[in-house]
């Protein structure tokens, strides 16, 4: 049976969740709790890939892509330090953030709903990859008050386990919940596997 293509613009983001993976090895992949961050405004995914062309007899005979890694670039409306501390590798002490000479950031998996205009969605989950550590900008406050948003960006490949590095589903507009617990079961592996 042919599933009928629907046509919706995007119009928004919601739901960026994330989870740090504990264990990825060719037996299967374990993340903590999975955790909701709120105040999303932006992103940018973008991933690598080439397309490579072997010649012979003055034309193409074959060709191949190459992908790389995927790059995603999210935007907040804030970014607590709690947050940072964990996605970042920083550590607390005494209340502080500290940021040391040598910080690795955990490998983390996530998630996040963009809404179209009929009321459906589109989620993306992305299974490994690492933050960096953003820049600090900021503007002085003048007769009107702009708020100022906060950018983190990360680099994600595929996880060793299923060689999976992207997952993707069309929400329906109605009875949703069933597609959107496979879509996370899938990414976070919380279901049991056979």
Do not use: C
């Amino acid at each position: 049976m042919a599933t009928e293509n629907k046509y919706s613009s995007k119009v928004g983001i919601k739901g960026f969740t994330y989870a740090i993976l504990n264990e990825d090895s060719k037996d299967g992949a374990t993340y903590g709790e999975p955790k909701y961050i709120e105040w999303a405004q932006s992103i940018g995914i973008e991933t690598e890939q080439e397309i490579i062309k072997a010649y012979g007899d003055n034309t193409v005979a074959e060709m191949v892509t190459s992908t790389g890694i995927t790059t995603l670039t999210m935007g907040f409306h804030a970014l607590p330090l709690s947050v940072k501390q964990e996605l970042l590798g920083l550590e607390e002490e005494d209340g502080l953030t500290i940021q040391k000479s040598n910080v690795t950031a955990p490998n983390v998996a996530i998630a996040l709903e963009q809404t179209k205009a009929d009321g459906s969605s589109e989620m993306v989950g992305l299974t490994k990859g690492m933050f960096k550590l953003p820049g600090t900008e900021g503007a002085t406050k003048e007769d009107t008050i702009e708020f100022q948003q906060e950018e983190i960006e990360g680099e994600f490949s595929a996880r060793k386990f299923d060689d999976i590095s992207q997952i993707m589903v069309e929400i329906p507009k109605d009875d949703a919940e069933d597609v959107k617990a496979k879509f996370m079961d899938k990414l976070f592996q919380t279901a049991v596997l056979p």
